[in-house]
C-alpha cells in the first residue's frame, strides 16, 4: 500500500502528526502535505511562461505595418507611422 494512504488511514484513525512521521520515519512537513492532498494523480511538470524579449518591439512594427496611429521608435529616434 503506497505511503499516502497509510498516513490517511492513520489520521483517519485520529493520530497526530507527529505520532504519524514518528512511526512511519517520515518528516512531519511530508505527513501533512499529503492530509493536505485531495488529487493523488501525478501531474505534468508546469513551466513558467514568460513573455517574449521582442514583445514590446513586435507591437511597434505590426502597428507600423498596419498603417498605425505613429508610434515613437526609441531605436531609430523617430515617429513610425
Known sequence: MPLIYIIK???RDGQ??????RELAVDEKTV??????EDFSPSPPGGIVRPSKLDPHTT????????GCGIRDPRM???VQ
Open 9 to 11: 488511514e492513520m489520521a
Open 32 to 37: 501533512r502535505k499529503y492530509l493536505n492532498l
Open 16 to 21: 497526530s502528526v507527529a505520532g504519524i512521521a
Open 77 to 79: 529616434g523617430r515617429l
Open 60 to 67: 511597434a512594427r505590426t502597428m507600423a505595418r498596419l498603417g
